[in-house]
């Protein structure tokens, strides 16, 4: 994370003090009234300290940014735009046009991530979405994507996003007038 801060162009006094609260942070866990031996963390920002939230984004800003930077990771097009990726908090969801030619450099590029930056992206609660009628296709992708894949919608941010615009209301809104 430290050298992550340095490359964005974090410097000086400001880099100090993180270090200085990241670098060979240790931790304790109490179990049944017992403190048992202190442990170092390897990696991350320190759950509960208030610099953490901020210190996350800066760090996954540099993977957003190598993301949209990336020419072999195609987006999909709104007007004259090309969409990637959305942010918010600790949440990214990501705009594939061609699941089969941009998965392979994306996961490159999560892979050089997590080893310079100290984070992982968490399989397990990753999900792809593929927006495609073509069961021979999604069966292709589905083998080359090592995430699970959702069939008919996802949640993101509290919304369920359904493969048919025509679905939205009925996943989201009229659940709310019951």
């Known amino acids: 994370m430290i050298k992550t801060l340095a490359k964005v162009g974090i410097e000086g006094t400001f880099l100090n003090v993180i270090k200085a609260i990241y670098e060979k942070p240790i931790a304790n866990i109490i ?81 050089k991530f997590s080893k310079v930056a100290g984070y992982k992206i968490n399989i397990k609660k990753s999900v792809a979405f593929l927006y495609i009628s073509n069961e021979i296709l999604e069966k292709e992708y589905k083998n080359m994507i090592p995430f699970k894949i959702a069939s008919q919608k996802i949640k993101y941010l509290g919304i369920h996003l359904t493969k048919e615009v025509k679905d939205l209301y009925a996943e989201n809104y009229k659940t709310l007038i019951k």
């Not at 017992?34 to 442990?39: C, E, S, V």
């Not at 990336?70 to 942010?87: A, F, Y």
């Open 31 to 111: 179990l049944n009234g017992k403190k048992l031996k202190a442990f170092s963390l390897k990696s991350g920002t320190r759950q509960g300290c208030p610099l953490s939230p901020l210190l996350f984004n800066i760090v996954l800003e540099v993977l957003a940014t190598a993301i949209r930077q990336t020419k072999e990771i195609k987006g999909i097009h709104i007007g004259r735009e090309e969409i990637k990726l959305s942010l918010y908090a600790d949440d990214m969801i990501l705009y594939i046009e061609n699941p089969k030619d941009s998965t392979p450099k994306l996961l490159e590029l999560i892979n």
